[in-house]
Nanobody
Framework: QLAPVESGGGLVQPGGSLRLSCVAA??????IGWFRQVPGKEREEVSC????????WYADSVKGRFTISRDNAKSTVYLQMNNLKPEDSAIYSC????????????????WGQGTQVTVSS
């Protein structure tokens, strides 16, 4: 399976917004999850969307600020991040499981290399 490719990261001021993209070939039948990791800390799943967008999940730390969506015609999953905080700074990666639904975090199988998000004034 081809690894997903993330883009859209960058430097943004607190309170700002970014939209991350995850292009995952042949992914329209599987869920896609977004994760983030800070060096020295455990990877954290922040959001997931099922294959048909029928269900979504958010970590409490991002609920109300982040929105996940997908366009299966473009094989792309988006993560709209609003009201960003310094603690949101991390490398953001997307990953695909083999299921159409959002699985436990340890069941994702194919990972992208990630895109850096830095929130700082």
């Amino acid at each position: 399976q081809l690894a997903p490719v993330e883009s859209g990261g960058g430097l943004v001021q607190p309170g700002g917004s970014l939209r991350l993209s995850c292009v995952a070939a042949a992914s329209d039948s599987v869920a896609i999850g977004w994760f983030r990791q800070v060096p020295g800390k455990e990877r954290e799943e922040v959001s997931c969307i099922s294959s048909t967008s029928s269900s979504t999940w958010y970590a409490d730390s991002v609920k109300g600020r982040f929105t996940i969506s997908r366009d299966n015609a473009k094989s792309t999953v988006y993560l709209q991040m609003n009201n960003l905080k310094p603690e949101d700074s991390a490398i953001y990666s997307c990953a695909r499981p083999s299921s159409w639904f959002c699985p436990p975090s340890d069941e994702y199988e194919v990972w992208g290399q990630g895109t850096q998000v830095t929130v700082s004034s």
